[in-house]
């Protein structure tokens, strides 16, 4: 057989060579933003700092949706460490765990053959590398969680369970959505992941928290947490469609998308957006005292030493709050279609595990399903950037198998379309990061489940297979 194009040497040199160079410019990027002390790491070292002095969370914390084992795992970074070198080793964690990444995929999650050997890493890490540049000079958390995700699953296909719950466990604790494979692990039966997903839990981030805050300080800190994610739950994004609209208006979730799709705008110019918990009078007031041109928004986040404040914003240019919708539903309508959604969504996939559970570990097929819950893991979150897809590398491997299966196969069918197609509009995305109105009506999203239904064609076509899956 011809050497595929794709697989010749040259041709992975220059791929590398190109993605290398992308992914030192977001290392450089990292340091740099992190010198002149630009997000996200200012942030990281206010916060985690306050939380260091004051043995509590900031109330105004930026960190809404993070557990308290989050500012635990950066004090060695910015409160331990001297300010230039906590920067540097921050750096280098993240870019060693990015490496790590694609080592343990290259050696565990691409079988052997003349046409997936390791060196086939190169395509599906080129298609991520502009989201990892880009996690890299925001120096975010994203390339850890992503790191621990990997090793986690790879230890469940070797059997290693326990140990792989552990891991999967404390990527949780540093970004709650790996928790979702409790119930995976709940659905297979696997009772000794769970078990190690619970201990990382306790270890982490209960024991810690008492330890630090106290028993007392450690329960309502989390009583804070479960507060914070409700005053950015899904529900809040529909009901006001420019909660947050200038701090997070790349957030292309499901239920920021609908919204923008199937609600109306608010009919108005300027934003009075109501920050912390104003009295009651001082809503209404508000709320009397509004001109035609103006919305109301009430952001529960206090700002920085005040326990309320009211800021005024100009929203009229297009290009921050675009306006065309294709529907004007009303807000109970949005989250009955959202609803909906999750539960087809996340039901389907829910019973199919559960038909598939006895699938050995090892085979093609299970690491297809694992990669499908890593990105259902962030299906319901409320909140969704760009760089999310950092996390579906696992995803893109499995895609590039079905793609490099149909070459040596030549053959037509479904899924080398949907994997194509994927890989097209995920690409995509990277190159379109500049056009704000795609990034606005969803673009990441509409990648996002071009990815999920890529990834599961194979495992859905192993169902049929009655070595791969047996239903009790």
């Known amino acids: 057989m011809t050497t595929p194009f794709f697989d010749r040497r040259i041709v992975r040199a220059i791929g590398w060579a190109i993605l290398l160079s992308v992914f030192v410019s977001g290392i450089i990027g990292g340091l740099r933003r992190g010198q002149k002390d630009q997000p996200d790491w200012r942030s990281f070292v206010e916060e985690s700092r306050y939380a260091w002095e004051h043995h509590a969370i900031a109330p105004d914390t930026g960190m ?26 921050f750096v280098l964690a993240n870019t060693l765990a990015a490496l790590a990444s694609w080592w343990i995929l290259a050696k565990w ?25 880009h996690v890299l000079q925001a120096n975010q958390f994203t390339i850890w969680v992503l790191l621990l995700c990997i090793a986690g699953l790879t230890l469940l296909l070797n059997r290693r369970d326990f140990t792989g719950g552990l891991l999967l466990g404390l990527a949780g604790c540093i970004k709650v959505t790996p928790f979702a494979f409790a119930f995976y692990f709940i659905l297979r039966r696997q009772w000794r992941a769970l078990a190690g997903m619970t201990l ?13 805050f106290g028993p007392q300080g450690a329960m309502e800190q989390h009583r804070q947490w479960t507060q914070r994610v409700e005053w950015y739950s899904n529900t809040r994004f529909i009901e006001d469609p420019w909660l947050r609209v200038l701090r997070h208006g790349h957030n292309c979730s499901l ?9 109306s705008p608010p009919d108005a110019t300027t ?58 539903l009303s807000a109970q309508s949005v989250k009955l279609i959202w609803f909906a959604i999750m539960a087809v969504t996340l039901g389907s996939l829910a019973l199919t595990t559960l038909k598939c559970r006895k699938t050995r570990a090892g085979e093609a097929s299970w690491t297809g399903e694992a990669a499908l819950w890593l990105m259902i893991s962030l299906w319901p979150s409320p909140m969704m950037r760009d760089y999310y897809l950092v996390l579906m590398l696992p995803a893109f491997v499995i895609v590039w198998r079905t793609v490099i299966s149909t070459f040596a196969n030549s053959t037509r069918r479904l899924g080398p379309c949907l994997a194509l197609c994927s890989i097209v509009l995920c690409y995509a995305g990277v190159w379109l990061l500049w056009w704000e109105f795609g990034n606005w009506y969803g673009l990441h999203l509409v990648s996002f489940i071009g990815l999920a239904l890529a990834t599961a064609w194979p495992w859905g076509a192993s169902i049929h297979a009655p070595s791969q899956c047996s239903a009790r």
């Open 200 to 212: 990382a839990f306790v270890a982490f981030d209960v024991l810690p928290s008492i330890a630090f």
């Open 64 to 89: 809404f949706g993070y557990l308290p084992s989050t500012y635990f795992a950066l004090w060695p970074f910015t409160v331990w460490s001297p300010k230039p070198i906590g920067l540097y080793a």
């Open 109 to 133: 999650w691409l079988p052997s053959g003349k046409l997936l050997r390791p060196a086939a890493i190169v395509w599906p890490v080129f298609l991520t590398v502009g989201h990892f540049q």
């Open 271 to 328: 934003q009075v957006v109501l920050h912390g918990s104003p009295p009651p009078e001082v809503i209404e007031q508000a709320r009397n005292d509004l001109k035609p041109d103006e919305h109301l928004t009430l952001d529960p986040m206090p700002e920085p030493e005040k326990l309320w404040s009211m800021r005024r914003h100009d929203l009229s240019d297009p290009s921050v709050a675009p306006r065309w919708h294709l529907a004007s």
């Open 255 to 263: 239920s920021v998308v609908l919204t923008r799709w199937l609600r």
